[in-house]
């Protein structure tokens, strides 16, 4: 089945140390996105790919950055993480001219001990 | 600033029973609509949507319904059924950005 994957499903991390989260997709979308959801609130867009062109949201903090190696794969480099930096994230995709729903992923809980 | 807000963090039907899911969104850019069902442990879930240029898009037994004069949407779900059980999410795009914009969300229990 087509879908997307994230790894690890949950990461535990120290304080201040940098820290990775990966996304695959065999759906072949040119659109990925990047989502941190923190306990009982809305999911919050930190970033999107539309094919390799890189587009970040006006807050998303400088300690997030991304990397789209390819169509498939898409990464999310938390520089130094901070205790506020505790979520889900969630990674998203879609196609372009397909509709507007977003394909997501199960997440990936990080812990910041 | 939220643009899309669910002001009902819960809501505890009996199953058979009509389930009524309720959105409201600031934007009066926002012209096309999502609900989303997200279960735990999971990622959410496309379930249905609607266009500004509607008021009415149904599947199944599940419903959406738009106001846009109110700024206002609701999921209605019947019958209800205990594996509706779920996180529900209402979300909101401007199509010429792409970018959902989520509520908080709603979580449904629904007893047998």
């Known amino acids: 089945d087509a879908m997307v994957i994230q790894n690890p499903r949950y990461q535990v991390t120290q304080f201040g140390k940098p820290v990775t989260l990966s996304c695959s997709q065999t759906?072949?979308?040119?659109?990925m996105y990047w989502y941190q959801q923190k306990s009982s609130q809305a999911p919050k867009l930190l970033f999107h790919y539309y094919d390799k062109d890189f587009n970040n949201e006006a807050d998303t903090p400088d300690n997030f950055q991304s990397r789209r190696p390819n169509t498939s794969f898409c990464f999310l480099d938390i520089r130094s993480p901070g205790l506020g930096d505790a979520a889900m994230y969630l990674c998203a995709t879609s196609p372009i001219g397909g509709g507007y729903e977003q394909y997501f992923g199960p997440g990936t809980r990080l812990t910041v001990t | 600033d939220q643009q899309v807000k669910q002001n009902s963090p819960s809501l505890s039907v009996q199953e058979g029973r009509i389930s009524i899911l309720n959105c409201d969104y600031t934007?009066?850019?926002?012209?096309?609509f999502l609900w989303y069902k997200k279960y735990p442990a999971e990622g959410p879930t496309f379930l249905i949507s609607?266009?500004?240029?509607?008021d009415k898009n149904e599947d199944g037994r599940f419903t959406v319904f738009l106001n846009k004069s109110a700024k206002h949407l609701s999921l209605h779900i019947v019958p209800s059924q205990p594996g509706d059980s779920a996180v529900y999410f209402c979300a909101a795009m401007r199509t010429s950005y792409g970018k959902l914009t989520f509520g908080q969300g709603t979580i449904l229990t629904v007893h047998p």
């Open positions: 609607i266009s500004s240029i509607k």
């Open positions: 934007n009066s850019m926002f012209d096309y």
């Open positions: 759906l072949n979308h040119n659109v």
